[in-house]
């Protein structure tokens, strides 16, 4: 495991590319060119290139035209299918790609799929590293993702200095997929502890007890977590505006859950939590941040939103 680092080794001369250009992938592209990389961007939207082009990038009609320019490449990509498409569609990164690039995927997606897109694009001399992030869009602006790689050492090395200006926690994980399992991981602790957070303050409330205080209290003991501090406080407020979208938090635990399937395992915590998602995608709310999931555990403890503490007794 190489440990986390967060100091640059490297001046910004060589052309970096960057597929990909969302809620997510926007801001990491612009801290890359904010910190002086050369850039050339691709998205299926034109406009969204738009703040990238402003900034002194080079938009491209095609992945595999960013691949021809450039020595790095970055793709931040919704799911499984869309990256498969991006590189080894028509058009995609494979078919502009020379030998010595690497190509570094940031998406969460299969890692299955990851380990044989990498098998197909080492047959052309490419290298590929899985890695995926933990901080969402906030992270993202401010350049303190969590950063969690697979893939081989040399090529980690090459990126190093640029996953620095996306990122705070930089881990080389393990060999190709490994970056994908460590986001399933990831995904494993951060449903189970959103659905536990809903739960206590639901408590609180049908208690009559002020959830905020409960939520103070709790962060000051052994119950404090990330989770805690900023999604409890949305649920308290209900603000629900998206950090992390509930359709790709939801579809996270799809990936997780068809890990565990084929591994034999019994994962029943994110099961409920895949099933709050589910059920929160179903009512139409995709597009909440997946702390909205405390709305249907309310549902289903039969409790309006916004009743009043308890006001049942």
């Known amino acids: 495991m190489t440990e986390p680092s967060n100091h640059p080794t490297s001046l910004p001369n060589q052309p970096i590319g960057f597929i990909g250009l969302g809620i997510m992938g926007r801001p990491m592209a612009l801290n890359l060119r904010q910190a002086g990389y050369p850039l050339f961007v691709h998205a299926r939207r034109a406009e969204s290139m738009g ?185 308290i407020e209900r603000n629900f505006a998206p950090g992390f979208k509930a359709r790709l938090h939801q579809k996270d635990l799809r990936l997780v859950l068809e890990a565990a399937q084929e591994l034999g395992l019994a994962l029943p915590g994110t099961a409920l939590a895949a099933q709050y998602l589910n059920a929160l995608v179903g009512r139409g709310h995709g597009e909440l941040d997946s702390s909205a999931i405390y709305e249907v555990q309310e549902a289903t403890s039969g409790r309006a939103s916004g009743a009043q503490d308890g006001s049942d007794s």
């Open 51 to 235: 703040p990238l082009v402003a900034a002194g990038a080079i938009a491209c009609t095609s992945p595999a035209e960013v691949a021809r320019q450039v020595e790095i490449l970055f793709t931040m990509v919704a799911d499984t299918a869309d990256v498969e498409h991006v590189i080894l569609g028509h058009e995609g990164v494979l078919a502009g790609a020379r030998p010595g690039l690497v190509v570094v995927d940031m998406s969460t997606i299969s890692a299955a799929a990851t380990r044989v897109m990498a098998r197909r694009l080492a047959a052309h001399g490419v290298e590929m590293l899985d890695a995926p992030v933990s901080g969402g869009e906030t992270g993202a602006i401010h350049g303190h993702l969590s950063i969690m790689v697979g893939g081989e050492e040399a090529a980690f090395a090459r990126v190093l200095p640029l996953f620095q200006v996306l990122g705070r926690n930089i881990v080389h994980v393990g060999g190709q997929g490994a970056g994908q399992v460590c986001k399933a991981c990831n995904q494993v602790v951060i449903s189970q502890t959103l659905a536990g957070v809903g739960e206590a303050l639901l408590l609180a409330r049908a208690a009559g007890v002020d959830p905020v205080n409960v939520r103070a209290a709790l962060l000051g003991g052994s119950a404090r977590s990330k989770v805690l501090e900023m999604h409890g406080q949305r649920m």
